[in-house]
């Protein structure tokens, strides 16, 4: 039983970590909110990379919205027709974008098609480099609110990622309360005390003397949760940019957020597992910022962590090991912080009522969820790229 208590304990140690780094920055941030940078005499220069795989139907409005931002002429936008088997290239063209097409079915994915792309590119030229998802209409503001942090080419920075259809379904509707949680409190939070935030893909902002200095070494299925631990490894600093707006389409249906899912959970457990060790041993960032990684890439999501705690609870309730008690104060404290945040996120809604009937879904999506993640185990190492379905 003692086995069973250390166990269960280092569980629940692990989803208590991010309620324990949010507190530690509530007390720094009472200590004193951090100076904000002057915005550069001239707007950065930017490079939008849209990495597109059968993209035909969305590349154009995507396209569209980079072209028509409010912001001076001192972008691009490329679309990396990536092992097409449809007009994207062509369509991306007619819409307005610079298109570099690559075939190479050896090494396919979103990660290796960046890559390849930087390589082919005069970044010099350019300040930074933002990554943007084929199927997203970006803000016309976006450039603007990227100008308005100060000089950007040694420092990244992660957008808003929206949902473009919130209304479609209760798992939209989800999805948009949960976005809005993340990036309106709990990664704001971050970025005022000086802690990074978790890159997440659509909507990275990549300065170009990093990409310079450290390059573009992300090659799992979640290159985004890689790129954050590498770079936060070498002291990059990662902000959230919530006045940087992009919306993109979420999964309408469980049978559609299925790959995404495994994807997401099989390339998270594969960066922690590679990359946490030189993360905590880094002399570049401090214990805090060490804290704050590793419960970014421990944390298994809002939902699997509901999912977790219950089990647990339930084990410990039964089984009743030493410490028992203390095993449920630690579970039922790491639920304080996703309550608060979701209930803020709820708070934010055009309507919160409604919103938060979309969580009448929740008893089906937490089984749905825990089967997704034991699915995932399957996928986690070297595995190929698959792409989201979508209607």
């Known amino acids: 039983m003692i086995v069973l208590t250390a166990l269960l304990g280092l569980l629940a140690a692990v989803l208590l ?61 490329v679309v990396i027709a990536d092992n097409c088997e449809d007009q994207t290239a062509g369509r991306a063209r007619r819409a307005g974008a610079q298109c570099l097409e690559r075939n ?14 930087l390589t082919q590119l005069p970044l010099q030229q350019y300040d930074a480099v933002i990554i943007i998802d084929a199927d997203t209409i970006v803000d016309a503001q976006f450039g603007n609110a990227l100008a308005s942090v100060g ?19 209760l798992l939209t509707t989800m999805a948009t309360v949960l976005a809005a949680a993340n990036y309106r409190f709990a990664y704001a939070l971050k970025r005022n005390v000086g802690l990074n935030a978790p890159l997440l893909g659509n909507g990275m902002c990549i300065g170009t003397q990093v990409l310079e200095r450290h390059g573009w070494k992300a090659f799992t299925i979640a290159e985004d949760w890689e790129l954050y631990a590498l ?8 902000e959230s940019l919530e006045e940087a707006h992009l919306y993109a389409q979420e999964a309408r249906s469980l049978e559609q957020s299925s790959t995404q899912r495994r994807r997401w959970t099989a390339g998270k457990v594969t960066v922690l597992w590679r990359h946490v060790g030189s993360l905590l041993r880094s002399r570049n960032i401090g214990l805090a910022q060490k804290l704050d990684a590793v419960a970014e890439l421990t944390h298994p ?30 579970l039922t404290a790491s639920l304080i912080r996703l309550t608060i945040y979701t209930v803020a996120g709820l708070a934010v809604q055009s309507q919160p009522l409604r919103a938060a009937g979309a969580f009448a879904l ?30």
């Open 17 to 77: 970590l991010p309620t324990v780094s949010d507190l530690l920055s509530l007390f720094r941030l009472a200590r004193g909110k951090r100076s904000s940078a002057q915005p550069p005499a001239e707007p950065p220069r930017l490079l939008f990379l849209v990495p597109a795989h059968n993209e035909e139907r969305m590349i154009e409005s995507c396209v569209r919205s980079l072209l028509n931002q409010q912001y001076p002429e001192r972008f691009t936008a």
């Open 104 to 117: 190479d079915g050896n090494l396919p994915g979103k990660p290796r098609a960046i890559a390849w792309a």
């Open 151 to 169: 000089p950007v080419s040694g420092r990244a920075f992660q957008a808003y990622f929206d949902v473009r259809n919130p209304h479609d379904t």
């Open 231 to 238: 770079y936060t490894t070498q002291g990059v600093p990662i």
């Open 301 to 330: 999501g809002p939902v699997m962590h509901l999912s977790l705690v219950m089990v647990l609870a339930g084990v410990t309730a039964i089984l009743r090991p030493p410490g028992a008690e203390w095993l449920l104060i630690v």
């Open 362 to 391: 929740l008893p089906f999506y937490l089984v749905w969820r825990v089967g997704t993640a034991v699915a995932a185990l399957k996928q986690v190492g070297d595995k190929p790229w698959l792409r989201t379905a979508r209607d």
